[in-house]
T-cell receptor, first 114, second 112 residues
Framework: DQQVKQNSPSLSVQEGRISILNCDYT??????FLWYKKYPAEGPTFLIS?????DKNEDGRFTVFLNKSAKHLSLHIVPSQPGDSAVYFC?????????????FGKGTSLLVTP | DTAVSQTPKYLVTQMGNDKSIKCEQN?????MYWYKQDSKKFLKIMFS???????INETVPNRFSPKSPDKAHLNLHINSLELGDSAVYFC???????????FGSGTQLSVL
């Protein structure tokens, strides 16, 4: 039962353009959302997060948007750089849900071309 | 100075063997986790420990047994390995449950 879904397995964007990665969730109890970035043969690393009391959080080139009514969040990267090429995982947690463990989507592989 | 370290990085073994993966974190976190990334790249929680106490035990075969000797360590022992156990296993930690996780670099387990 996958509660966090990333329906685009891959995305290709030109350097300098905006990358938009999407994530949908089904559990309305989720109140904390995160994006992780993963390079091959490495563990996922935290990128940015957002609490359900907000609808936007920005950190440099990275912005996460949350639409609670649609149960949808997105990660915007602008401008995209070749070093951003990686797999991006969306994750969510809910109080009391699986002991607060993060639930992950399947990831979207982003390729930023020069 | 690696925050979450797990060993070995690669593990190739025969079906039926017993193996262990070790994990240590030097972040002073209270909560540690084991995640499994299968061939479909899906990261799925297996276990969670808080201060050496088991919090989560998802539907994982009882051939998998986590051991937490202290809150900085969470090892994973797997008995009678099966082909379907082949995956990448990630250890992670967080200050408390529900907060952002810090991951180790993963252990690629291949069962032949």
């Amino acid at each position: 039962d996958q509660q966090v879904k990333q329906n685009s397995p891959s995305l290709s964007v030109q350097e300098g353009r905006i990358s938009i990665l999407n994530c949908d969730y089904t559990n309305s109890m989720f109140d904390y959302f995160l994006w992780y970035k993963k390079y091959p043969a490495e563990g996922p690393t935290f990128l940015i997060s957002i609490s359900s009391i907000k609808d936007k959080n920005e950190d440099g080139r990275f912005t996460v948007f949350l639409n609670k009514s649609a149960k949808h969040l997105s990660l915007h990267i602008v401008p995209s750089q070749p070093g951003d090429s990686a797999v991006y995982f969306c994750a969510a947690s809910a109080p009391g849900h699986s002991g607060y463990a993060l639930n992950f989507g399947k990831g979207t592989s982003l390729l930023v071309t020069p | 100075d690696t925050a979450v370290s797990q060993t070995p990085k690669y593990l190739v073994t025969q079906m039926g063997n017993d193996k262990s993966i070790k994990c240590e974190q030097n972040l002073g976190h209270d909560t540690m986790y084991w995640y499994k990334q299968d061939s479909k790249k899906f990261l799925k929680i297996m276990f969670s420990y808080n201060n050496k106490e088991l919090i989560i035990n998802e539907t994982v075969p009882n051939r998998f047994s986590p051991k937490s000797p202290d809150k900085a360590h969470l090892n994973l022992h797997i008995n009678s390995l099966e082909l379907g156990d082949s995956a990448v296993y990630f250890c992670a930690s967080s200050p408390r449950g529900g907060e952002k996780l810090f991951f180790g670099s993963g252990t690629q387990l291949s069962v032949l």
